[in-house]
């Protein structure tokens, strides 16, 4: 696993053992990429079950100013940590070993793109979407990868479900806020 493009273009990443965590592939972290492409300039982005923290170093490697960085796991932690490292992104990362929903709940910061791909099969995205979605700024997106059978709403407080494809056991769903003319 690497960083496809960008400032670290080229990385490799390392990712926790087992079979807690499911590395996004690189073909789905492309298509995501792609279809967010002009959104990393200057964005604030949070990934909430990061793993080896891939999405928010990538982000980062095209573009984005700051990303914070969540999980659980203390392997995973050390993976996140090692990554930022080796990318060089220390300086533009906050790395927190916690629950992303009593981060939610504590949390006052606005975000300009969210990652999630929680465990499967918990309930666990629609749960946390709609507490996410208050931390998101006028123009986020909120990128989740889930199980394919998962159905989600089309809306999520003033988040459209914008873009939703299947990548083989994987499904990624977008939601940004509708277009308002100014």
């Given at each position: 696993?690497?960083?496809?493009?960008?400032?670290?273009?080229?990385?490799?990443?390392?990712?926790?053992?087992?079979?807690?965590?499911?590395?996004?592939?690189?073909?789905?972290?492309?298509?995501?990429?792609?279809?967010?492409?002009?959104?990393?300039?200057?964005?604030?982005?949070?990934?909430?079950?990061?793993?080896?923290?891939?999405?928010?170093?990538?982000?980062?490697?095209?573009?984005?100013?700051?990303?914070?960085?969540?999980?659980?796991?203390?392997?995973?932690?050390?993976?996140?940590?090692?990554?930022?490292?080796?990318?060089?992104?220390?300086?533009?990362?906050?790395?927190?070993?916690?629950?992303?929903?009593?981060?939610?709940?504590?949390?006052?910061e606005e975000f300009d793109i969210a990652f999630l791909d929680p465990p499967y099969r918990n309930g666990i995205l629609q749960r946390i979407l709609p507490a996410l979605?208050?931390?998101?700024?006028?123009?986020?997106?909120?990128?989740?990868?889930?199980?394919?059978?998962?159905?989600?709403?089309?809306k999520i407080l003033g988040f459209d479900l914008q873009r939703q494809k299947k990548y083989g056991k994987i499904t990624v769903s977008i939601y940004r806020a509708p277009?308002?003319?100014?």
């Amino acid at each position: 696993m690497r960083v496809i493009t960008g400032s670290a273009r080229g990385r490799k990443l390392v990712t926790p053992q087992g079979l807690d965590t499911r590395p996004t592939t690189d073909k789905v972290k492309e298509a995501v990429c792609s279809a967010i492409q002009f959104d990393f300039s200057g964005a604030k982005v949070i990934d909430l079950f990061a793993g080896s923290g891939q999405m928010a170093i990538e982000a980062l490697s095209r573009g984005a100013r700051h990303a914070t960085l969540l999980d659980t796991d203390a392997e995973a932690i050390a993976c996140i940590s090692e990554n930022v490292r080796a990318c060089g992104f220390s300086e533009n990362a906050v790395i927190l070993k916690t629950d992303a929903f009593a981060y939610l709940q504590r949390c006052r910061e606005e975000f300009d793109i969210a990652f999630l791909d929680p465990p499967y099969r918990n309930g666990i995205l629609q749960r946390i979407l709609p507490a996410l979605a208050e931390h998101m700024s006028k123009f986020g997106i909120m990128v989740c990868e889930h199980e394919p059978e998962l159905e989600l709403p089309e809306k999520i407080l003033g988040f459209d479900l914008q873009r939703q494809k299947k990548y083989g056991k994987i499904t990624v769903s977008i939601y940004r806020a509708p277009e308002t003319e100014e």
